[in-house]
């Protein structure tokens, strides 16, 4: 339920705070006051779109927060999935600035099409020329189950029960394939197994190839250098040699050593050196015996690791992708091999729970059509009552000839649509296609006093749904709207006074002028405010003392018609 709505530098708007609750809430005031304005402050906060031209003249941004109370678990549940921490209350919030959109909820920010999905669930705002929920074909098949009670909701849980096995047995089935199908793809999958176990495929090889490539692409160099270091050091030379230099250093110092007992120290280092030099040079001169650059080895490298990048690239990237692909692979060849027994056993199964499917579907449209006609005799008197004698509604079925459990989806074979005929001699229509605004009203709110406790929506706005109604049509409009509004928060823009007279709270939106600028306000009338603005609803602008006495006893008609509910 709607429990507050503050609207900031919407249009003639400055600063607003409206207070709501439960059962009918009645908005009225002078045409230009600033109904509307109140309505697509809401429509924004919803997350409906909005021009820039909505923001206050002169301000920097327009800002709405509605604060709603006992949504209920399922958009408790839905705020969760979209990662919105639910509390006692939520509030939603949309800025708008010449340059951007902010939209929260709870606190936190989501994105334009979020908040309109969980406004869509918090409040169904239905005006003479849009389409909301009921108006949406997708709709009329849940809202016709929904009016069917239990049985349809049985009917449709054992439909999704043997469909749900039905498109599990058909996915198996399509895993195996027929004979030359599985042939086919034994074929493909013995080729990719041994490709990969051909391969052998080691983790961390191609980083070793390609280390062992770059030595043999510097092979010259490599050789070279280590010829020469190794000849430096081990006597290569025949003017030096770093161990002949180190054993005459030795020498000499091992002279002189007893006459300093530094010098010993020198001769112990002088002696670990020319070890460490030697064994340097033994390492090098193995290197170079060892040595295998020939063009031989190095072609080796080059194919191996071609092969290596070959693979990894078909068989998903990387060794560990490969690796995996080879153990899928296996499992699925072992099972393929191994399927024609569970192959038939499918065929027997699917054919069995495809009847299943088709009778389910079947049930559940004959149970539909049932439902469909009491749905129809209701929503026609409703109509009659609501001033169209001659109107005609029906419930559309495409037909179900010739479905097979293929066709079928979670709705069956169904494709329901509402269909009207507002005038006598008239074709009956989809419901989209009414015309008049008047014939608009009184169906919407003929179907919604019977839905309304369906949808399960907690707020209902009603944006001037009494254009074109007068008269007894008029009393009845108020009171079925009324009925709405015992179970559900209802909203209502009118100009009715019937209507008006039905409010359980009753706000006035007036327009004023100060030196520089046009401001709307709303006030919660009194008893007294009630009666004058019911008597202006009569009379006009100019209602006259007559009108008051009249707006009395429409205002003890409107609780005595409320008391006997």
């Given amino acids: 339920m709607l429990k507050e709505l503050h609207v900031q530098n919407v249009a003639l708007i400055e600063n607003l705070a409206l207070n709501l609750g439960k059962g009918l809430n009645i908005l009225s005031g002078e045409t230009g006051a600033g109904k509307s304005i109140i309505i697509d402050s809401l429509n924004f906060v919803l997350g409906e779109r909005a021009d820039k031209s909505l923001i206050r003249n002169g301000a920097s941004k327009a800002v709405v927060e509605g604060v709603f109370e006992n949504v209920g678990d399922e958009v408790n549940r839905f705020l969760e999935d979209m990662g919105v921490e ?6 939603l919030r949309r800025t708008m600035t010449q340059d951007r959109n902010e939209c929260r909820v709870n606190g936190s920010t989501v994105t334009l099409g979020m908040l309109k999905s969980i406004g869509e669930k918090l409040a169904d705002i239905h005006g003479q020329h849009e389409h909301q929920s009921l108006l949406k074909v997708s709709t009329h098949v849940s809202l016709l189950d929904a009016y069917g009670g239990k049985n349809t909701e049985a009917a449709g849980r054992n439909l999704n029960a043997v469909l749900g096995k039905y498109r599990s047995l058909t996915e198996e089935w399509k895993k195996i394939g027929d004979a030359s199908s599985r042939e086919r793809k034994l074929d493909v999958l013995k080729y990719q197994i041994d490709e990969l176990k051909e391969a052998d495929l080691k983790e961390g090889e191609e980083e070793a190839l390609l280390a062992e490539r770059k030595k043999f692409r510097n092979a010259e160099k490599i050789l070279n250098a280590v010829r020469e270091s190794e000849g430096l050091l081990n006597g290569g030379y025949e003017s030096f040699s770093a161990v002949f230099a180190i054993n005459k250093a030795l020498n000499l110092i091992g002279q ?27 390492t090098l001169k193995a290197f170079l015996d060892d040595a295998d650059f020939d063009d031989f080895a190095a072609e080796k490298v080059e194919k191996r690791l071609e092969l290596v990048r070959q693979i990894t690239r078909k068989y998903g990237g990387s060794v560990e992708s490969a690796k995996d692909f080879l153990d899928n692979a296996e499992k699925e060849y072992d099972f ?3 399927a024609d027994e569970r192959a038939n056993e499918l065929n027997a199964e699917i054919a069995l729970t495809a009847g299943e499917v088709v009778s389910a579907a079947v049930l559940l449209h004959e149970l539909r059509v049932k439902n469909a006609k009491s749905f129809e005799e209701e929503i026609n008197r409703q109509l009659r009552e609501l001033g169209m004698p001659s109107a005609r509604f029906s419930v559309g079925f495409a037909s179900i000839e010739g479905k097979s459990a293929d066709d079928c989806n979670n709705n069956g ?8 005929s507002p005038n006598k001699g008239e074709p009956l229509k989809p419901l989209q296609k009414i015309a008049s605004g008047g014939e608009m009203s009184r169906f919407m709110l003929a179907l919604k006093n019977i839905t309304a406790r369906l949808d399960g929506i907690e707020t209902m706005v009603f944006d001037e749904i009494d254009t074109g109604i007068s008269g007894a049509t008029a009393q009845v409009v108020a009171e079925k709207l009324y009925n709405i509004a015992c ?19 009753h706000y006035k939106i007036e327009k004023h002028e100060t030196e520089d600028k046009t401001v709307t306000d709303v006030f919660l009338l009194d008893e007294k405010g009630e009666l004058d603005e019911i008597a202006r609803l009569i009379g006009g602008s100019s209602y006259s003392e007559h009108a008051i006495p009249h707006a009395l006893e429409m205002k003890k008609h409107a609780n005595a018609f409320k008391n006997g509910i």
Avoid: C, W, Y
């Fill in 86 to 91: 639910p509390d006692d209350v939520l509030v």
């Fill in 256 to 282: 002189v050593s007893q006459f300093d007992d530094g010098l010993s120290a020198v001769a112990d280092r002088l002696e670990s050196a020319k070890i460490e030099v030697k064994d340097v040079a033994d």
């Fill in 336 to 338: 393929l091999v191994n």
């Fill in 413 to 420: 074979f169904d494709s329901v649509e509402f269909m009207i």
């Fill in 487 to 505: 179970d559900r928060q209802v909203i209502a823009v009118t100009h009715l006074p019937q209507l008006a007279s039905m409010a359980d709270l």
